[in-house]
């Protein structure tokens, strides 16, 4: 996707994705929206914009937000909003870094991702073997999750993998991400095994469509009615709905982002380096990744109390 020429395309391409990837609530939308418009307005003023805005900018901007008497509390959610667009903007190739990422809230309490558990994503696989109408849909919707949680793709990235790329059972794929950076991404044997079966039934599924009416068959992994081709984005958010459902998970709490989430950090619990985590999701800057290292909060926590001499029960001190 191109980078828009005007702040306001920056605002309503972000407002769009929130409500597609992340579902975010009507109220929310406003809020980012009134939020960002009046980030947009201040450094206009100042003959700057979404694209050159520097983290000092943003410092700024909380200052004079400070100034004019708003309460911590909306200088917090404004910051939040900035954050969310420019990691938005970041994911999408529009800008190598995130002025906002490491700027403080005004005594705000920074709240990390939700992170699925490794019991979570499993029921979440088993229920989309099982979501659907007909035995392709099935197979479809497993190989669809199998392949966002094995990878750590994004929604744009796997909506558009061509099936040519999945072919030969390879134990690696080369994506386009953002910004037209090439990577390659792994694929755990419950994902080949799924998409396999999937590509098994899409082939046959496109013959029967090219013989019935000679269309020829979709380049795409996972065919769509659309213009574009493909699923949509819109699609593939309601499917990861359907299947929290189905999983007993709530639905706002299962989108493609929170299973990317929790490839990265299920990898880096087990032990995987951050820069090959980096590499992996296609991050062009590593302070990017390094949310993700919350995740060891827990287990270094479990380590001194399990590992560490003064930790032991009954253990004498010298």
Known sequence: MSVPQRMEGWISTFLEAQAAEEGAARNTLLA????????????????????SATRGDVEDYLVACDAEGLSKATRARRLSSI???????????????????????????????????????????AAAADLGRTAEDRLRNRALMELLYASGLRVSELVSLPAAALRGDPRMVLVRGKGGRERMVPLSAPAREAVAAWLAARDEGEEAT???????????????????????????HGLLKSCAVAAGLSPAEVT???????????????????????????????????????????????LVLTRHPLAKAGKPRR
């Open 210 to 236: 090219r013989i019935a009416t000679g269309r020829a068959p979709s380049r795409f992994l996972f065919p769509g009615g659309g213009e574009a081709g493909h699923l949509t984005r819109q699609q593939v």
């Open 83 to 125: 954050r969310q667009m420019f990691r938005f903007a970041h994911e999408e190739g529009w800008r190598d870094d995130h002025p906002a990422l490491r700027i403080k809230g005004p005594g705000a309490v920074q709240r990390l991702p939700h992170a699925l558990s490794v019991e979570d994503v499993a029921r979440l696989m």
């Open 32 to 51: 980012y929206g009134r939020d960002l418009q009046d980030f947009a307005g201040w450094l206009a003023h100042r003959g700057r914009d979404f694209t």
């Open 256 to 302: 493609p982002h929170g299973l990317r989430h929790a490839f990265a950090t299920h990898l880096l619990a087990g032990g995987a380096d951050l820069r090959v985590i980096q590499t992996l999701l296609g991050h062009a800057d590593l302070s990017t990744t390094e949310i993700y290292t919350h995740v060891l909060d827990d287990h270094l926590k479990a």
